[in-house]
């Protein structure tokens, strides 16, 4: 298989979306560690300031189905720009909040707009380049998927060591005006006007079920149990997505075209993102635990213990595109997936104060599998379907990369809390459980394999 050449032109598209990408990536994991500090500045108990980082990813899980749809209404970049636009405006509003209720609904306001950002991005990026060249501007797209999540420690570890904590949120305004002016001057805008009419009542049953399925896993991971709020939030969410499959089957216009799963590729690929979703997030929230729960350390030098795993995976997200684009999909998962399996492993056995050199080195090897293992699957997803389709094809697999690394990310923190204080006990389990994450991505990989 041969790749073409991306001129510089698609390569700058590709770079001003990244700026949006990485802002939202960025914020899901930087105010987490600031919630202390805004609970005692805003005296507000901290159940209730933790809503200000649920709140957030439940918007983002409830404006994912509708991407496509406005796409397809007004143009999927001026869905990016408008996206955000109010990413940027909303950081604004929680930078000035003056208490923590009208914190919460900026933060609301915030997931919304930044949970449009990556699908729609990923939308411009494939139109613009086609099959044969998707692997790599996606590729690079994906190094601000994974890595800013991983930054967010060091970043809000930094910021609050010599800032108060509206600068969390104030800290997203120049990433966002700069993506902005860039994004107006070279992001195509897309056709508009091809969307039929919204099926209220399918987009009523998608935008509850997905986020209570998210607030019932994410409450697991926070309490280690299934309470009566998180079971009746699971049985509700599934149910209402159940409805929504059938009702989407019998639409004749429906919010998200399911049909693509008629594709063995396409669907095999879907399933394996959702696979690797659960490994990419939940990796981060065991390393990110290992620092600060079994190594005692701080946010700040948990964010440069991070680095070691954060740069090999955008060292090796570039190739990874490139490899995809020449060989396929398929083989590289499977050595991805297959190297995560074997660098995890070590840490099943290695005592918790391990050298930090054997720790580093074995994180980099890490990080570079994950990127290698999961950022294959999403790419073979999107190469499946044809240009017509694939606002809907991104918005789907989106949505199963953050539900499988919701629940990867509870699975995990509920295998290390339960095992705690033993902290070599906790973090082996932990380990452990990545080891099985990286062989179900490669069960992922085997079934793309198979249907290609």
């Known amino acids: 298989m041969t790749t073409t050449t991306i001129g510089w032109p698609t390569w700058r598209i590709c ?14 994991s930087v105010v987490n560690i600031g919630l202390e500090s805004i609970s005692r ?41 408008a996206s955000l636009a109010g990413f940027t405006v909303a950081s604004g509003l929680c930078a000035l909040a003056p208490d ?9 306001l915030q997931g919304l707009a930044g949970g449009l950002l990556i699908p729609a991005g990923q939308t411009v990026l494939g139109r613009q380049v086609g099959a044969a060249r998707l692997g790599r501007v996606m590729a690079t797209l994906g190094i601000a998927v994974s890595v800013a999540p991983a930054l967010g420690p060091l970043v809000g570890g930094l910021i609050l060591h010599a800032l108060p ?18 994004g107006l001057r070279y992001v195509p805008r897309g056709e508009r006007g091809t969307a039929q009419r919204l099926d209220p009542g399918g987009l009523a049953l998608v935008t509850t079920g997905l986020p209570l ?25 599934i149910a209402a997505l159940a409805w929504f499959v059938r009702r989407t089957r019998a639409h004749p216009h429906p919010l998200l075209d399911l049909s693509l799963y008629r594709d063995p590729r396409y669907r095999a690929a879907s399933l394996a993102a959702a696979c690797t979703g659960a490994l990419i997030f939940g990796s981060g929230i065991v390393v990110t635990l290992y620092f600060q729960l079994g190594r005692h350390l701080d946010v700040v030098q948990t964010g440069l213990g991070m680095l070691g795993f954060a740069g090999a995976t955008a060292a090796v997200a570039p190739f990874t595109g490139r490899a995809v684009d020449r060989h396929g999909a398929a083989p590289v998962s499977l ?31 890490f990080g570079g599998a994950v990127a290698l293992a999961a950022m294959p699957t999403g790419i073979a997803a999107y190469k499946a379907v044809r240009p017509d389709q694939l606002a809907d094809a991104t918005t789907q697999v989106n949505i199963l990369q953050r539900v499988g690394g919701s ?7 509920v295998l290390i809390a339960a095992r705690l204080p033993d902290a070599n006990a906790a973090f082996h389990t932990g380990f452990l459980a990545l080891g099985v994450g990286a ?11 198979r249907a290609s």
């Open 335 to 365: 050595v991805g997936a297959t190297l995560a399996v074997l660098t995890a492993a070590p840490f099943a056995w290695l005592p918790v104060d391990a050298p930090i050199i054997v720790v580093e080195l074995l994180l980099a090897g």
């Open 407 to 413: 629940l990867g990310g509870a699975v995990f923190a």
């Open 15 to 28: 770079w001003v979306i990244v700026f949006g990408a990485f802002a939202s990536g960025l914020d899901a």
């Open 100 to 108: 923590v209720r009208l914190l919460i609904v900026s933060r609301l």
């Open 165 to 182: 904590w509206p600068w969390l949120f104030a800290v997203n305004l120049p990433i966002g005006v700069a993506g902005l002016l860039l």
């Open 439 to 449: 062989l179900g991505a490669l069960g992922g990989a085997l079934l793309i394999h």
């Open 213 to 237: 399925v998210v607030l019932a896993v994410t409450r697991w991971g926070e309490t280690g149990r299934v309470d009566s709020i998180a079971l009746v939030a699971a049985a509700t969410g």
């Open 41 to 81: 500045d805003l005296g507000a108990d901290l159940a209730v300031t933790q809503w200000v980082a649920s709140g957030y990813l439940l918007a983002l899980a409830l404006s994912l189905p509708v991407t496509g749809w406005l796409g397809r209404r007004f143009g999927v970049g001026r869905v990016w720009l």
